[in-house]
């Protein structure tokens, strides 16, 4: 298995500009989540999906921020518009009912 | 609020010491326990896994759960240089809401 896969691995931008995030979870996997990582605030969680379905997106910081789950292998998280301090490391990770194992990340950077 | 709490550190210890971190949690629903480690610019990798209350070793790691206080603890004998990394406790709930702590930086010094 070739792991949690996004992209992509780095992403600059001009605040104002929409951004989006992709990631495939491990196949047969039926929970995603989506975190930010930033010096200031370590991991938070965004939002997670239960087989497609969001369960949780109490952690997306505003209305900017929109995730989707169209079906069991594609994910996106998008930032529209984007602004400066979106600028993080953001992880998708995907799990079988218990632990998570997460994708290489997506360093995003909005000027 | 949903709170995983650990000491940020800086954490460090000599070679062959042992290091020990340690994790509280807030939501006494919560059911499954993980230790992550994070080297630099990487992304978190699964060290530890334990569900109930007691020990579990494998190999220079131990993680204890205490569910009555609320805390998760990782231990690591024989610490190398190559333990030196961000550690981040993580808690599930049984609708499988995983949420981390900040991480504590643990340094192993030669």
């Known amino acids: 298995d070739a792991g949690v896969i996004q992209s992509p691995r780095h992403e600059v931008t001009e605040m104002g500009q929409e951004v989006t995030l992709r990631c495939k979870p491990i196949s047969g996997h039926n929970s995603l989540f989506w975190y930010r990582q930033t010096m200031m605030r370590g991991l938070e969680l965004l939002i997670y999906?239960?087989?497609?379905?969001?369960?949780?997106d109490s952690g997306m910081p505003e209305d900017r921020f929109s995730a989707k789950m169209p079906n069991a292998s594609f994910s996106t998280l998008k930032i529209q518009p984007s602004e400066p301090r979106d600028s993080a490391v953001y992880f998708c990770?995907?799990?079988?009912?218990?632990?998570?194992?997460f994708g290489s990340g997506t360093r995003l950077t909005v000027v | 609020q949903k709170e995983v709490e650990q000491n940020s550190g800086p954490l460090s210890v000599p070679e062959g010491a042992i290091a020990s971190l340690n994790c509280t949690y807030s939501?006494?629903?919560?059911?499954?326990f993980f230790w992550y480690r994070q080297y630099s610019g990487k992304s978190p990798e699964l060290i530890m896994s334990?569900?109930?209350?007691g020990d579990k070793e494998d190999g220079r790691f131990t993680a204890q759960l205490n569910k009555a206080s609320q805390y998760v603890s990782l231990l690591i004998r024989d610490s190398q240089p190559s333990d030196s990394a961000t550690y981040l406790c993580a808690v599930q709930d049984n609708n499988n809401d995983m949420r981390f702590g900040a991480g504590t930086r643990l340094t192993v010094k030669p």
């Open positions: 334990i569900y109930s209350n």
């Open positions: 999906f239960n087989n497609n379905v969001p369960i949780d």
């Open positions: 990770a995907s799990s079988l009912h218990r632990d998570g194992t």
């Open positions: 939501d006494r629903g919560s059911q499954s």
